[in-house]
Every structure is written in C-alpha cells, then in structure tokens.
C-alpha cells in the first residue's frame, strides 16, 4: 500500500468549510478541504462528458485585474511552492478558489501542505477531466500580474472540449515518474499494442456466440445463444433466480432478451425496475485514480497499474461494477486478454453456488473500467474490495464491494482467487 506524507490528516472523516469555526485540528480541517477539491474537479468534469456543447468551467481569473496585492502575494507564493500549472488547475475547483480568496494565514499555510503532497496526483485528476486551466490562464494575458508569473502551455494529454465524448479519466493513470500517460493494453495473440476504451456496460455480440457449440455446462433450461446478463421473461427459465440485492423485487427482472432485442417490461409491483431510474443503482462513484506501482517483477518493462483512492469509503460500500466483452468458453484461450478476464457463472440449483460452472467469460482488457486495474493481493488482511456476482440494478452484474473501511491514499486490493498468480489471469 502506498500512503502520502500527510495521510493521518487526509483519513480524517469530516469535511468542513475552511474559515468556520471548528475543534478539528487545522490541518485535519485542510484535509476536508482537498477532498472536496477532487470531487468537486470530478462533478465538473461530469458536467462537460455530459453537456459538451453547452457546459463551461468557470474562469476564476474573471476578475483578476482587481485583485489586491495580498491575493497577489498568496498567489505568486503558492506558484513557488506546486508551480504554475498545477497552481491554475487547482484554481478551477471552486473549494480551493474560496480558500484562496478567504482563509486566513494558518488555514491556508495548513492546506498548501496538503495540496503540495498531492500535487501530482491533483496535476493528473485535472488533466484527465479536460480543466481547461491553460485556456483560461491565457485569456487574460495581458494581466501585468500574470504575465510576470510567465506562460501556461497545454498539456498535450489535456483534452479539448468539444473532443471530451472520446476520453475518459480513467483511461489516463499516473506514471511512477509523476506524469500523466495513456492506458494503452497488448494482447497476447499479437496484434500489437492497442488504446484502452471506457464502457459503462457489459457488451454482448451474439454472432460471436453463435459461431460456437453450446457447450455442455451452459444452463439446461436456457436457449442458447442468449444474453448472460438478462433474465428471460418467457418459457420460465429463470424462475428460481434470486430477487434484486437493491430493491428486493422479482427474479425476473425488468428488462430481457429476445433474438437480438433487448425488450423492457415494466411491472413495479413485482417486477425489478431499478435499471429504469438511472441504471446502477448504487450513488457512489468513487474518487479514484490509476496510479503505477511497483512491479511485480523488479522490472522496468513491467507495468504494474493499480487503483488509488482519493476519498475515504466505508465498509459495505458498493463502488462499481467490473464491466467488460462477452467471450465464449472455447475462446478463453484465443480471445488476446490474458491478464483481465474474469469468470463469468451460470445459475445452479442454489444459484451461484461454489460449485457453479463459468458459461462464458468477461474480457475487461480492451474494453472495461477502473475496476480491472485493482491489483490482486494474497494476503487476506490487505483485501480492501471484493467482487460479487449478483443481480442488481436490473441485471447480473459483478459488483465490486469495499471489504473494509478504505482511506485516502491507500491503494484498492482484491483477491482474484488462489491461482491468480498461476498464470490464467482468471477470477
């Protein structure tokens, strides 16, 4: 696990507005304050993802030419200690504008501290969520007070508005150097290294099934090819599949497959319909980064990324959904991903019983989330999530789950099982 210098203070659970009157100590208080910087960069860039076209990031060098020498001097004296480019990234989240412009001297000394620890990764979180410090900065060079403090260029990574449909921030991770670098994956059949994309959902391609016998471990009461992710609605296959973990409702659930149709059937007396209001029903996206740790191996060639969390998370948490391509079994060994598949189970008897069969697998090498770059551990006391699968939100899914109570700074680990390291790369 890796930890900051300051992470006693960043673990501290409460956040609160710098300037108010509190018995947490000053630099615990500072803390509040920078995790509220990175959610608050992280909603914005939610924001542009969604509104491309209409939403803008503020421009907090709007009324530059009236500052006065103290904001003056508190500027010019942070730029020394994170640098200009890190000190107008950081002035495009509005908790770290107000503390700017408002806190007295020790609240602000305390959370510079703070800010200065976390500067490559606060350098990275901006970067990857398109804030565009560098444009805004420029816009005002005629400033005498700016222009003293020399130019912003862009940084090459940063990505411009009206482009923000094709990125996603996690598909940038901090290198051990401290810079930004694009995720990019290599299959093992070849055909060379490759970008990594963003998906939100699982993705089926029943062509791809139906090139391939059914095998005999797929389920006896299912048709085959079908979707793995839905249950049916007809002919009773799936009547004894357990009710959603979020709202108790129906096995049966409210959307199926037919043919190459996915259809929706809403019954919200008895039928789950969680996938209707908004698709996953968990509220929590976590503040995370990928991040490069040590290698394995020793060796620089090998990579090793992994998910470092940049908010506390409570035990119990559910903190996303480990998505990914359908694969059939007969491809698991041709498919090209060899290091980010997972074993997806069919329903038993007693459902999703240890002795369940994988029907198919999930491929997150190419395609997938954050969530295929939590690095395995052995150690059962390091396991910090775990990953469930279960219906919820409408569908089955594999569920990432904190195991424990997470803190800032600490690197996200799970167990893919005792022969992880065997070389199958299978959960």
């Not at 469930?388 to 195991?403: L, N, S």
């Amino acid at each position: 696990m890796i930890f900051n210098c300051q992470n006693e203070y960043l673990n501290q659970q409460s956040t609160v507005q710098l300037g108010m009157t509190s018995n947490i100590e000053p630099l615990a208080q500072a803390a509040g304050i920078i995790k509220e910087i990175f959610q608050d960069l992280q909603d914005q860039g939610h924001l542009l993802q969604r509104y491309p076209g209409t939403y803008k990031w503020k421009d907090p060098y709007s009324d530059i030419d009236n500052w006065n020498a103290d904001l003056q001097t508190r500027y010019r004296t942070a730029v020394g200690q994170i640098g200009n480019e890190v000190m107008a990234m950081a002035m495009h989240s509005e908790p770290f504008e107000n503390a700017f412009r408002t806190a007295q001297r020790n609240q602000w000394y305390n959370l510079m501290l703070l800010v200065n620890a976390e500067k490559t990764s606060l350098r990275m979180f901006a970067i990857a969520r398109n804030v565009p410090y560098a444009r805004n900065y420029r816009a005002h060079g005629r400033n005498r007070f700016l222009r003293s403090l020399g130019r912003l260029n862009e940084h090459p990574l940063t990505n411009r508005e009206e482009q923000s449909v094709n990125w996603h921030p996690h598909l940038i991770y901090l290198t051990d150097r401290g810079q930004p670098a694009r995720c990019s994956f290599t299959p093992n059949d070849g055909t060379g290294q490759k970008e990594m994309v963003n998906m939100y959902e699982n993705r089926y391609v029943e062509d791809r099934f139906r090139r391939q016998a059914r095998l005999r471990n797929w389920p006896s009461g299912w048709n085959y090819p079908r979707h793995p992710q839905y249950a049916a609605m007809r002919e009773g296959q799936d009547a004894n599949w357990p009710a959603c973990e979020h709202c108790g409702k129906s096995a049966v659930f409210g959307e199926y497959v037919k043919g190459r149709t996915v259809y929706t059937s809403w019954d919200e007396q008895s039928v789950c319909t969680c996938s209707k209001y908004g698709g996953k029903p968990w509220a929590l996206e976590p503040l995370v980064e990928v991040y490069q740790y040590p290698s394995y191996t020793g060796s620089s060639f090998d990579i090793n990324r992994g998910v470092r969390a940049l908010q506390n998370i409570p035990e119990g948490e559910i903190i996303g959904e480990y998505c990914g391509t359908f694969v059939p079994l007969q491809e698991e060994d041709t498919c090209g991903d060899g290091s980010f598949l997972m074993g997806w189970e069919g329903p038993s008897r007693d459902f999703f019983h240890p002795d369940a069969e994988k029907i198919c697998i999930l491929s997150g090498g190419l395609a997938g989330n954050w969530t295929r770059f939590m690095n395995h551990t052995d150690k059962e006391e390091e396991v910090s999530a775990r990953m469930y699968q279960f219906p919820y939100g409408g569908k089955m899914r594999i569920i990432v789950q904190a195991a424990r109570d997470i803190v800032f700074g600490e690197q996200i680990l799970t167990s893919y099982g005792p022969g992880y390291f065997g070389g199958d790369g299978m959960g």
